[in-house]
């Protein structure tokens, strides 16, 4: 199958390219603003095409043990809910950080706390780059500001899963997973057999014919190896901060103040540079495509040559503290954001700007 070229919904995006990259299973629930994930697998019918297994789980936390099982198989498995859904796969996700196993999730996030409203937010910030299960681990963290990436992200997703045996969260958005735009998929990759899963993951439990058996755990009951694990845990986090960092800058490039946004607040943001332009501001907008590993190196040269930062984000003010933490009192940092689902517009985002000149 040839790259093909569609008009598409971020969420319906994300099934088609789920299918294209030879995802194994999906194991959802339906929950707004990303109900269609699983509505554009049944009409794609992909056990027909690939062999792929497409579930409606009972609940969010059948659907995280499902990849738990199905992913300590060594196969690319994953799910999508919304903020409250991700809320009960927390346990989940921290048993398969600590167990090593791939797997990708999708949080196309709405307004909280508690069930919130179903429109968009991003709110979550915290929850994915905190982790917000128990245990010191960590989870890559892709933020897709558009729906071609929120189709690319889904092949990168797996790819760093199982390059780092660890979950990788795509942390979108409503206004991402519902606007339409074109998009460019990819050619249909084929689904690994058995074989070759078993010659190419060795940790995999894909039965122990001739090969030692594989029990995947997140428990160890003794003190000194539960450390020695965590501390595995800890350089391969270190290994990842060190390579995988992923940003986006555009702008001035002899700005005078700076904003740091991601996902669809960047998009705004975009328009905000434009018109501070306009203006006779110059501004510099850096965008992270990984929230975790955070870009901080490419925030500190920011800080080096501007006045004051700006974060925007669609909540109270969750990313401003990383950012704030990183420039460690170099300029000032500020956030402009929206709760209850509003949107901010570019023109409001704009006069928070010109308070900082």
Known sequence: MKKEILLLKGNEALAYAAVRCGCDAYFGYPITPQSEVLETFAELQPWKTTGMVVLQAESEVASINMLYGAGGCGKKVMTSSASVGIALMQEGISYMAGAEVPCLIVNVQRGGPGLGTIQPSQSDYNQATRGGGNGDYEMIVLAPNSVQEMADFVDLGFELAFRYRTPVMMLADGVIGQMME????????????????????????????????????????????????????????????????????????????????????????????????????????????????????????????????????????????????????????????????????????????????
């Open 182 to 357: 074109k998009v460019v998929l990819q050619p249909q990759k084929e689904r690994m057999s058995d074989e070759e899963i078993a010659k190419r993951y060795p940790w995999a439990t894909t039965g122990c014919k001739n090969r030692k058996p594989n029990v995947i755990t997140s428990v160890e009951l003794v003190p000194e190896i539960m450390e020695k694990h965590n501390l595995h845990l800890q350089a391969k986090y270190r290994e990842i901060e060190e390579n995988e960092v992923r940003y986006e800058l555009s702008g001035s490039d002899n700005p005078v103040l700076g904003i740091v946004a991601f996902g669809s607040a960047a998009r705004i943001s975009q328009k905000v540079v434009d018109l501070a332009k306009a203006e006779g501001i110059e501004v510099q907008l850096l965008r992270p495509i990984t929230l975790w590993p955070f870009p901080k190196k490419q925030i500190l040269e920011m800080a080096s040559k501007v006045k004051g930062i700006l974060t925007v984000e669609i909540n109270a003010g969750q990313m401003v503290y990383d950012v704030r933490y990183t420039v460690e009192g170099r300029v000032p940092v500020e956030h402009y954001g929206r709760l209850g689902g509003i949107v901010p517009s570019p023109s409001e985002i704009l006069e928070k700007l010109k308070t900082m000149l």
